[in-house]
């Protein structure tokens, strides 16, 4: 770069100069581009500018802009009243020309597009940025005619742009929003599309590589996969984006220099691998952080992408940011969940002589844990605890609450060689004043061996659907006795206790109430229907008994639901 002109006293005149990274930001534009102060001198240029002028550096830098470049149609010098672009850049605001004259250093006129905009040399420096390039051609009459890229009108982009809402939108599942995405856009705008994504520790992972083949869509999983670690202060469009700085256009030219970075060598090689021409590159973004880049690119698709297709791309892209933001989150509370509700939920005593299978399915819309719990345990005296409960709520404030209820219970079950009723009882009375829970329901059931070998059930229930006991013949029944208030209401009474034999090759079903409950059905519907069907699967072995009778009754898409089931020897 030149050094600062003298003044007509000898002294050297002050000015901002801008920095190594300004300089190599000029050189990303994929276009002609200079710098001027604001007194309209030129600071620095991109070697596209020095090529396009016939100029270099040297010869242009400290030149007053308008006075060296600036012509007429027929080559004339072109006053500063009458100049478009030095009106605007005095009054500090963006303005473009589709048609305007460069003085080239050959002494002929180039024909040029122009595109200013304010920009920031430094700190309380200010300057403007000025892009040129020839202009479209102009179609010659007597050639066949081109297929173009018709501009979508003001209504198309906002129907985009609302279809791209309420798509996005409507999934919490990452490939779902991503597959979404690239259905939106494909053909519509590009055909090629490419997403990479800033994972969780901040790895950049090529995503998506998706080409539009007529109608069909073609992933190319040899061009995703992960990418180089973002540069700091690299001025080329995708590392710009994946640091939130700005939206950009490219080209197979931007990228033909020396590389910066890793990613830019990746993006040497998408551009020649697929062949785009022009592509747009914004970043995927929340109001929190940077959460990718979308890149669009056209290959096959005539036309190139200009300044003014940028906005709608950032919308889309502002859009799928959010989406992709609220499923990470959604994917993020599920994993808790699920790890939590794998540590809650126990695993099985081995009992000889009984069958037990369990079974939890969370609600799909919820955090795929809740307040349902099973729970089976060797008691002091030999016999088997069986729980079935439900506190309220759907979230991780239920299950933590249930988990407490879980612990209490079986710490009161163990030490306390009590009827189930009475240690149900305890559990009420501390319920209130030691956790968090407000209500709940629970039927808590102990099995063991007689005098005579036969299996005896004895229950007590708290406000809960009853079990089900089906014999191996098909009978099937309620066990509606021992029933009793649910948990938390405060009133202090005293609970029932219930016995019954269970006949050998029998199954005794225990449930929350998501197992009955149905949309325009009541309870006794549902009772109805899971009696229906319990019954006739009692033949089937208890795996696929449980796995049946919940496919037939367990309405999809609802309530979360626990089952428990204990089937006896013959």
Known sequence: MAEPERTQTGQRETRAVPSAGSACALEAIGAGAYVVDEQGRILAVNSSAERML?????????????DLLHRGPEGQVLPATRCRMRQAFHAGRPAQADTDHFAHADGSVLTISWLISPYT????ESGTLVVFHPPEPVPDP???????VEPLTELERLALLAETTTQLTSTLEVD???RRLVTLVLPRLADWVVIDLITERDEVWRTAVVQADGDRLMYHEDLQGPMPPVPEESPMPLSRALRGVASTLAGPETYHGPPDSGIAVE??????????HSAAIAPIRTAREVLGALTLGRAE??????GTDLPLVEDIARRAGLALDNARLYQRQRKVAETMQNHLLPQMPRVPGLQMTVRYLPAPDGSHVGGDWYDAFTLSDGATGLVIGDVVGHDLEAAAGMAQLRNMLRAYAWSQKEPTSRIVERLDEAMMPITDVTMATLVMARVARDGGGEWVLSWTNAGHPPPLLVTRDGLASYLTDGHGLLLGTGVNASRPDATVKLPPGSTLLLYTDGMIEAPGQTLDDGLDRLRQHAAALAHRSLESFTDELLRRVHPPGLDDVAFLAVRTPL
Request: net charge neutral.
């Open 267 to 276: 993006q040497r090689r998408l551009f020649d691998v697929t062949g785009i």
């Open 176 to 178: 779902e929003t991503l």
């Open 301 to 306: 698709k005539p036309g190139n992408f200009t």
């Open 54 to 66: 016939g100029r270099s550096a040297g010869e242009l830098v400290g030149h007053d802009a308008h």
């Open 121 to 124: 040399l430094g700190p309380g």
């Open 142 to 148: 007597g050639a066949l005619p081109q297929p173009a």
